[in-house]
């Protein structure tokens, strides 16, 4: 069965400062990969996703994400933090029709 | 195009009433997803349907919890008899087909079973 742990439940960054989310995964096949991010009171929704090809993924509001098959990991990065990017995130792997999510990192951004 | 719609958003209900929260899907996706999310466990999935067909329940916590899907553009997800261990955010999310697997979700129904 597939897996994903992501390291660190909570991770605070000033306001400009690099972001980065861990996310590492189990998958005995080649994984579909997954970040969404939720804000406060609302639903989840995609930043960007790995299926295929390019193992640099670029998503919404500056967020990319790097797929290494060595290293089984998936993390999530931001050069720039921006207040804007408080929430949770949260990595998933794709097992037949439904999706794995790991138990989500809070992030929050210092002024 | 509207999202997946959810109702209630909110419900406070007192320990053994029934609920109902129900969902409609995006139009034209297939796949429709019932999510329970909390503190202590994160998000899981607790079942999910293909083509109103249920596939995999294996999440639901208890005999307490059904769901159906009686057509393409509705589902509901009943608890009878309600327990505060039930309190939660209860998302329904859904896909076209899963070949990418992203999945669109509601903004959930708040459950407070006191």
């Known amino acids: 069965a597939q897996s994903v742990t992501q390291l660190g439940s909570h991770v605070s960054v000033s306001e400009g400062a690099l972001v980065l989310l861990r996310c590492n995964y189990s998958?005995?096949?080649?994984?579909?990969l997954f970040w969404y991010v939720q804000y406060p009171n609302q639903g989840l929704q995609l930043l960007l996703k790995?299926?295929?090809?390019?193992?640099l993924v670029k998503g919404i509001n500056g967020f990319e994400a790097e797929f290494k098959k060595s290293e089984t990991s998936f993390h999530l990065t931001k050069p720039s933090a921006h207040m804007s990017d408080a929430a949770e995130y949260f990595c998933a792997v794709r097992q037949g029709g439904k999706l794995i999510f790991g138990q989500g990192t809070e992030l929050s951004v210092k002024p | 195009d509207a999202g997946v719609i959810q109702s209630p958003r909110h419900e406070v209900t007192e320990m053994g009433q029934e609920v109902t929260l129900r969902c409609k899907p995006i139009s034209g996706h297939d796949y429709l997803f019932w999510y329970r999310q909390t503190m202590m466990r994160g998000l899981e999935l607790l079942i999910y349907?293909?083509?109103?067909?249920?596939?995999?329940d294996s999440g639901m916590p208890e005999d307490r919890f059904s769901a159906k899907m009686p057509n393409a553009s509705f589902s509901t997800l009943k608890i009878q008899p309600s327990e505060p261990r039930d309190s939660a955010v209860y998302f329904c999310?859904?896909?076209?087909?899963?070949?990418?697997?992203?999945?669109?979700f509601g903004e959930g129904s708040r459950l407070t079973v006191l």
């Open positions: 790995y299926t295929t090809g390019a193992t």
């Open positions: 349907f293909n083509n109103n067909v249920p596939i995999d």
């Open positions: 999310a859904s896909s076209f087909r899963t070949n990418t697997g992203e999945l669109f």
């Open positions: 998958s005995s096949v080649p994984p579909y």
